[in-house]
């Protein structure tokens, strides 16, 4: 399986393979893996969906949608695999939502249908993270519900599509402190991926790097200050993120 991920290591940027005894550097430098900060494997825009399960509509009380909800995410929102994200003080309710993301291999506009796959560079995970108590209505994911800075873990790597048998066919997985919370399967989407390639490269140009965060099944729930939030998805791997105040977020970041 090949496995692509973006790197720190001794203050220097890497593109490097994932491999068994370590991360292979394009210099051929192998780089402990537990020794790096890992970075979003890509930064271009992300489209994301909003209410792409029909189990997740239903437990917000809200009816599937006829047509894709898609709200955009810019590169200032990310961040990496094992890195912190922040819990606004005095909100009532942010959840976790594990995500196939599909990662955009070449540029993409006005794709039919049937030949969609081939714009797929590869997938990676996404959390989208989301602050319910600036939701407005219906589906409205504002600035201050999806889009604050350092608050979409991405990664851990890049794996490319052709080790992906079958995207449409993956289970899902949240643990929140090693309690699993969260479970579905990418089959249960309502717009599957070739849909939304097609979709979405006749409303603009997908460009390479680009990404389409493709929804979250059913199974939220609130995360505090201190938790431990892994997401998994099959033949793709495992995030883990944690979560702290926001005093401590920018006190670190700023």
Same mark, same amino acid.
């Given at each position: 399986m090949s496995k692509y991920a973006k790197v720190v290591y001794q203050d220097q940027i890497?593109?490097?393979?994932?491999?068994?005894?370590? /991360?292979?550097?394009?210099?051929?430098? /192998? /780089?402990?893996?537990?020794?790096?900060?890992?970075?979003p494997p890509a930064s271009g825009m992300m489209y994301a969906l909003g209410l792409n399960y029909a189990d997740h509509a239903s437990e917000l009380d809200f009816k599937p949608p006829e047509k894709p909800l898609v709200f955009v995410k810019t590169h200032h929102t990310y961040t990496g695999h094992n890195s912190t994200t922040w819990r606004p003080d005095h909100v009532e309710y942010m959840h976790y939502e594990c995500e196939l993301v599909v990662v955009i291999g070449k #540029?993409? $506009?006005?794709?039919?249908?049937? +030949?969609?796959?081939?714009?797929?560079?590869?997938?990676?995970?996404?959390?989208?993270?989301?602050?319910?108590d600036y939701l407005e209505n219906y589906y409205r994911p504002n600035l201050r519900v999806k889009n604050r800075v350092g608050t979409t873990p991405v990664g851990p790597w890049i794996v490319d599509k052709e080790d992906?048998?079958?995207?449409?066919?993956? #289970?899902?997985? #949240?643990?929140? +402190?090693?309690?699993?919370?969260?479970?579905?399967? #990418? $089959?249960?989407?309502?717009?599957?991926?070739?849909?939304?390639?097609?979709? /979405?490269s006749h409303i603009t140009t997908l460009q390479p790097g680009d990404m389409i965060a493709t929804g979250t099944p059913k199974g939220l729930a609130d995360v505090k200050v201190g938790d431990c939030v892994e997401i998994e998805i099959e033949q793709i791997g495992k995030l883990t993120?944690?979560?702290?105040?926001?005093?401590?977020?920018?006190?670190? +970041?700023?």
């Open positions: 890497h593109s490097v393979e994932v491999q068994e005894q370590g /991360l292979l550097t394009e210099q051929k430098q /192998l /780089l402990p893996a537990e020794a790096v900060t890992w970075l #540029t993409a $506009k006005n794709v039919k249908r049937e +030949n969609a796959m081939d714009y797929v560079a590869g997938y990676t995970l996404c959390n989208d993270y989301a602050i319910r992906v048998k079958d995207p449409m066919n993956l #289970t899902l997985r #949240t643990w929140v +402190n090693g309690e699993l919370c969260q479970e579905g399967n #990418t $089959k249960d989407m309502i717009f599957d991926i070739a849909y939304l390639i097609e979709h /979405l993120n944690y979560i702290v105040s926001e005093t401590a977020f920018f006190a670190k +970041n700023t």
